[in-house]
């Protein structure tokens, strides 16, 4: 095979036989435990956040798509009724355009379009056509896809009438728009009688690169001659602002399109919401911990904002949990995992002795119970399902009160505990939040609040709790009740408070004598910091400690859990190799430090040297760290024989035989020729034997 | 208008960001510094630009800085002015405008250049952190919206909304700030098990100083002498090493510190101008190096003027002082000279880069009288090399081999794989491929050819995988039939997203396959390969045809001395072929000649006098051997 797979670029290998991927599960992994179940489970959970990410998907887009569906509709109204309104349109020949401003995160608008086109040919038309900026390399092109996709179209909107017709048409015909319209009325024609009410739409998307400009000025100018004879809506797709269309298009070809502008939703708002439905919910077992959480969450802030990868990210997790962690099959529902814990094998059990968090729930036993927990699988059991079932209301708690505490946290100045509740989620998750610096202005903050906003908060906070299966909250409701009824008291008793601030300040208006002002101030600090709080600033006071408490109780953060191993994935190394792989890192460090691969004495040395045991790679990319812009060849052999041949402890003498100098020549040879497959360096006509060096600096 | 600054982009231009809220520290010296604030107010366009900050060490710098003839206002900052006792006049004083686009517009890269030039370290120029950069960029925007309005049909109102929300937005992604993005992602290096060394993006390519090319002789004997296996030479024989190099070398290594600086003129003359600029500026390397700064830094100076004038435009903000304090940089506290080495060394990247000159050593391969190699010879050679860490890459392989189950399970789910990592993993995935990959259909696609393309990877799956005769339009028509073939194996969200994972296989395995097929530069590019597809290719040609060539390839011979042989014109070429009857009509040479360019034999080369003259793209010593075997053979 060798031979022949290198003579050639590619090389297929053709046997294909039905494979089942549990194997690939199981293999290569010592503890093998229920891998069936747990591949079974994985694919089922994945299954299920698939599907509500869809949904989640669809949601978001409902609004816009319903809005561009009635542009769409409205656009060619006066088509249909064929009177003289539609003439006068005619006479403007503008091309009703749709502007879609979608946001920068190009990698998901795939998706977006792809539901839009789907949904457009539920409702308006089938002629939905849908190109992109990298398929059409040129007008040409450009045409040829658009009468492709439409014929494709026509052929499935009626393929059993009228196949013959467009058989014929289909290749022969030349691309242009005078064809296309006379196709357009060929096909009204013959189906006019059934669906008169036939549109066509092109979606066609482009974002911002230049090569389009000159495609879609031709496409315009052309099409516009044609308005009249048959209807056309165009919709681009703008990652960027509206503005581009005009600075792409000239002057003479926008003046055609009649523009409207659609606004999608912010991928951040789309990310708070694929957060808010996957993570902060008990509907699905799988958790993330703090520290993936921040590596997914930075990928999309700092790198590509798009919701796909942050998804793909939860998905590798997921697989990821499943594939390493045996006890992950009770990662499932409550009850499913209640059944799952009593078929549990001996193995299992002691990888359940062998998680931290359980050990430190051992070591809090008294005695007896240790050793029951130690010994016996069948109380192991009992045990693992109550405290399961703890996990569980522990989440159930947990979402709750964060949601609450949100509520609070936003309403503060500067938001101490991040403004969005990913950031406050991730706060909790990591370590106790009521222990960190941020969470400690934030409750200052709050007990400064006023009082209209503090009520405004109670109440949204009561209907949090009232929301879901609110029976561990019901005292919780009381209370907060409890404390607005309190506030609506206080209504009445604020007005006493009021009089005396006025006849105080009546006082000030009154005095005009300096001295007797100064005097008249200084009385009146005194009694402000004297005076006691007034109720409301108690009821403030007993408010925030309340919330406090609550957070305390029941924000924990999770890694305390017992069993959190369970479903918490936190390995985020692994996430951020496979997501965030730093390449160039890995190939500085195999370079400039072979130890760290290669585990052995010889190479161990200081920070910045390098071993002269190391590969030759390595020596000879030491070397040309030493260089300027140029590296003449000659100096750089001389050089690495030197080493080399230090090394070696050939006599001096020696070197100077062929035979070893040919050998080290062969070396070198190969070790450049590495460098520069690896693109440290190009050859250079500079100089005779030079090479370029495509580093700067280094070492 | 999105404009999302990245740590990355700030490195890259060298920027030493500091933490936000932090000062610098100004290391309290005996004499008190004074911290002014200059807020300057230019005009760009129609708008005032967005204030700047400046902060600067001494009166004598502000005075430096704010020259008469630009406008400015200097709004007194922490210290005062007063308190520094700083000229009235100089409060309303001018600056220069050109600080004022640089130094918050942009592009911080200039400003620190500008500012930092002068190098007494009177000025520091405090950049604009990346959140100010940003609200500029949409403040900007959002004015530049306001005057176009008059032309759009658009509904800017709404755009102009959508930018202050985007900036809004911004302000509140401040709590996920650079430190947390180093935590969470750049910290790859320090915990990833084996990458011990914590190498940080910006350490690796780091605008560090330049070395010479002498130096290149001095480390390897540097490290000949460290502790390695068997070591049993003296180090007194090592100078002779380099002592055989030619002159410009020579004086280098012998690095005697008296002699050098006797020889000071001479030693100016020789080194190369970007070595003494690099000595010069302060430098943590070695004593003996800051010896040399000392010594040789007038010289420099005048140099480094003219050389700056002529090359770097952006530097005519240049004083007088610039270099004068450069000796004393000795004494100064290790820290600031870092913080100056980043600035310095920007600059020198420039200039290394700006200037044609070529600063190593003359010497060619063809001087050392060395057997060129060709990639037969290599290879003998190669495996006679005594194989290193064997048993430590054995085990390297065996643990990404671990993996490749994992591999296969990811590739299902619908992931792609990305191996990366020093070493070849051509091996690895053909053991991936023979132990894992038998029973399925796949395709092994060998990037390291360099005649490959996309078409010829989509054509081997559409004709050989797929069975499909005939061509396509465009490769995406191809790519649409692969995609309908393959539907019921993915899905189609799927065929959008590559979803890379990316997995470090560092192998350390040579790249042996892989570089030969590239063109090396090198040495090895011998005649052998080449001599061996001439003969080839010719020998399946007509006598007629060979002889043509034959006629080229000697006339091509003769005029191997003449540097200026532009090439055998095609009408001298068709009178020498009609004379040896070798053909009989233009148009049968043409012909012939297609051919051979096909096969890459000859080279056709128009003249300045617009005549086609044809060449032979291979080297004398090859065709020397080529015509003699032909001789032989006839």
């Known amino acids: ?699 | 208008m999105h404009l999302v600054p990245t740590r990355a982009a700030a490195t890259r231009l060298g920027a030493s960001c500091e933490p936000r809220g932090r000062e610098r520290n100004w290391g309290g010296g005996a004499r008190a510094c004074c911290s002014l604030r200059l807020q300057f107010r230019g005009q760009l366009g129609a708008r005032p630009l967005p204030p700047c900050k400046v902060y600067v060490r001494s009166p004598l710098a502000v005075r430096r800085l704010l020259r008469p003839g630009a406008r400015g206002a200097l709004l007194p900052g922490k210290g005062g002015c007063k308190a520094a006792g700083l000229p009235g006049a100089l409060r309303g004083g001018q600056c220069p405008a050109s600080y004022l686009v640089n130094a918050c517009w942009h592009c911080r890269l200039s400003a620190m250049s500008q500012l930092e030039l002068k190098r007494n370290k009177v000025l520091e120029a405090r950049f604009v952190a990346d959140e100010d950069v940003l609200k500029h960029i949409s403040d900007n925007g959002g004015v530049k919206v306001r005057k176009d309005r008059a032309q759009l049909a658009l509904n800017i109102k709404r755009f102009v909304k959508k930018l202050e929300n985007i900036s809004d937005d911004d302000e509140a992604q401040e709590i996920l700030e650079e430190q947390n993005y180093v935590a969470v992602l750049g910290a790859c290096a320090e915990d990833s098990l084996r990458n011990g060394s914590s190498a940080g993006g910006g350490e690796i390519y780091s605008f560090q100083t330049p070395k010479r090319s002498g130096k290149m002789a001095e480390l390897a004997s540097e490290l000949a002498q460290t502790p390695g296996k068997n070591v049993t030479f003296e180090s007194s024989q090592y100078p002779e090493k380099p002592a055989s190099t030619p002159q410009s070398n020579k004086k280098y290594s012998a690095s005697n510190k008296a002699q050098l600086k006797s020889k000071k003129n001479e030693f100016v003359s020789t080194t190369p101008y970007r070595l003494r600029k690099r000595l010069s500026a302060p430098s943590l390397r070695s004593d003996s190096e800051s010896d040399y700064s000392a010594s040789c830094s007038e010289e420099e100076e005048e140099e480094d003027k003219d050389h700056k004038e002529t090359s770097d435009v952006i530097l005519d903000q240049k004083t007088p002082s610039k270099t004068r304090a450069a000796p004393a940089s000795k004494k100064t506290p290790a820290k600031k000279l870092k913080e100056e080495m980043t600035s310095n060394l920007v600059e020198e990247y420039f200039e290394a880069h700006s200037s044609s000159k070529v600063l190593t050593s003359d010497r060619t391969l063809q001087k050392l009288q060395k057997r060129k190699l060709d990639q037969q010879t290599l290879l003998v050679l190669l495996n006679k090399a005594p194989p290193a860490f064997t048993a430590e890459l054995k085990e390297l392989n065996q643990q990404h081999e671990s993996l490749f189950s994992k591999w296969m399970l990811q590739l299902h789910l619908g992931f792609s794989i990305v191996l990366y990592g020093l070493g070849s993993k051509r091996d690895l995935l053909e053991k991936f491929r023979t132990s894992l990959l038998q029973d399925s259909v796949h395709l092994v696609v060998n990037g390291f050819f360099p005649s490959i393309t996309v078409r010829s990877i989509l054509n081997s799956i559409t004709e050989e995988v797929l069975d499909h005769v005939g061509t396509f339009r465009s490769p995406l028509d191809q790519l649409d039939l692969i995609m309908k073939r393959f539907k019921e194996v993915w899905d189609q969200a799927k065929q959008s997203l590559y979803n890379w994972l990316w997995y470090e296989t560092t192998t350390f395995s040579p790249y042996l396959e892989e570089t030969s097929y590239e063109n090396s530069l090198l040495v090895q590019q011998s005649g052998s390969l080449a001599l061996s597809s001439l003969t080839h290719v010719l020998h399946s040609l007509t006598p007629n045809a060979r002889g043509i060539f034959r006629l080229l390839a000697q006339y091509h011979l003769e005029n191997k001395d003449n540097p200026s042989y532009p090439g055998l014109s095609f009408q001298d070429f068709y009178q020498r072929c009609r004379e040896a009857f070798l053909v009989n009509s233009d148009l049968t040479l043409r012909a012939q000649l297609t051919e051979f360019r096909d096969h890459k034999l000859i080279r056709t080369k128009r003249g300045t006098d617009g005549v086609e003259y044809l060449l032979i793209p291979v080297d004398n010593g090859t065709l020397t051997d080529f015509l003699e075997k032909e001789d032989e053979d006839m």
């Open chain 1, 1 to 699: 095979g060798a031979e022949t797979q290198d003579s050639k670029p590619c090389h297929p290998y053709l046997k294909p036989k039905p494979e089942r991927l549990t194997d690939y599960f199981s293999q290569g992994k010592n503890d093998s435990e229920d891998s069936g179940l747990r591949f079974a489970s994985c694919q089922l959970l994945w299954k299920q956040i698939n599907s509500e990410t869809e949904k989640i998907q669809e949601e978001l887009n409902k609004q816009l798509f319903d809005n561009l569906i009635r542009f769409l509709r409205q656009s060619h109204s006066e088509f249909q009724t064929k009177t003289t309104e539609w003439m006068c349109r005619m006479k403007s020949s503008e091309i009703p355009t749709a502007a879609l401003v979608l946001g920068v995160n190009v990698t998901d608008h795939d998706v977006t379009f792809k539901s839009l086109s789907e949904v457009l040919q539920d409702n308006v038309t089938p002629y939905v056509v849908s190109l992109q900026a990298k398929e059409c390399p040129g007008i040409k092109h450009l045409l040829q896809k658009l009468m492709g996709q439409l014929m494709d179209c026509y052929v499935d909107a009626d393929s059993s009438e009228e196949e013959e017709c467009v058989n014929i048409s289909q290749k022969k015909i030349r691309c242009s728009m005078a064809s296309l319209s006379k196709w357009y009325e060929n096909v009204t024609k013959k189906t006019g009688s059934e669906t008169p009410s036939k549109k066509r739409t092109s979606s066609s998307r482009h974002w911002q690169s230049p090569p389009v400009v000159v495609i879609f000025k031709d496409m315009e100018i052309i099409s516009s001659q044609h308005i009249h004879e048959f209807p056309l809506v165009l919709i681009f797709g703008i990652a960027t602002s509206p503005m581009i269309i005009h600075r792409l298009l000239p002057h003479s070809v926008s003046s055609l399109l009649c523009i409207e502008l659609f606004q999608s939703l912010s991928c951040k708002e789309h990310l708070a919401t694929v957060i808010d439905k996957l993570l902060l919910t008990t509907q699905f077992p799988f958790k993330l911990s703090e520290k993936v959480l921040q590596v997914l969450i930075n990928i999309f802030l700092y790198h590509d904002f798009s919701v796909q990868n942050f998804i793909k990210g939860f998905q590798l997790s997921i697989v990821e949990h499943f594939y390493s962690q045996p006890l992950s099959v009770l990662c499932c529902q409550l009850l499913e995992a209640k059944k799952r814990v009593t078929s549990l094998s001996h193995n299992q059990c002691e990888n359940i002795r062998s998680l931290p968090s359980f050990r430190r729930y051992v070591e809090s036993q008294v005695s007896e119970k240790q050793i029951a927990l130690l010994t016996e699988d069948s109380f192991l059991k009992e045990v693992t399902q109550t405290l399961l079932e703890d996990l569980h209301i522990y989440h159930e708690n947990y979402f709750t009160v964060l949601r609450c505490l949100h509520v609070f946290t936003t309403s503060l100045p500067k938001y101490p505990l991040g403004k969005q509740i990913r950031e406050l989620h991730c706060a909790c998750l990591g370590k106790s939040v009521w222990e960190t610096e941020e969470y400690e202005s934030a409750i200052q903050l709050l007990r400064m609040l006023a009082k209209d906003e503090l009520v405004a908060i109670l109440q949204k906070c009561a209907e949090i709790f009232i929301s879901p299966s609110g029976k561990q909250f019901s005292n919780t409701v009381e209370k907060l009740e409890e404390f607005l009824a309190r506030f609506q008291n206080l209504e009445a008793e604020a007005n006493e408070v009021q009089d005396v601030s006025v006849s105080s300040q009546k006082e000030l208006q009154k005095k005009t004598d300096l001295y007797h002002l100064q005097k008249t101030l200084l009385a009146l600090k005194e009694s402000k910091r004297s005076k006691k709080l007034t109720k409301f600033e108690m009821l403030r006071f007993e408010v925030v400690d309340f919330i406090d408490s609550l957070v305390r109780s029941y924000l924990a953060p999770a890694e305390m859990q017992t069993l959190n191993e369970v479903v918490y994935f936190n390995t985020a190394n692994t996430l951020r190799e496979h997501l965030n792989a730093a390449p160039r890192i890995a190939l500085h460090t195999a370079l400039n430090n072979p130890y760290c691969y290669l585990k052995n004495q010889t190479l161990k040395s200081d920070v910045g040297c390098i071993s002269n045991t190391a590969p030759d790679i390595c020596i000879v990319y030491k070397l040309h760290l030493e260089c300027g812009r140029l590296i003449n060849l000659v100096d750089w052999l001389e050089a690495f024989s030197t080493v080399v041949t230090a090394v070696e402890g050939t006599d001096p003498e020696a070197v100077a035989t062929d035979q070893v100098d040919e050998i080290i020549h062969a070396r070198f040879i190969r070790a450049v020729s590495e460098l520069e497959l690896l693109g440290f360096i190009k050859p250079s006509k500079q100089k005779t034997d030079h090479v370029a060096r495509l580093t700067w600096g280094g070492c």
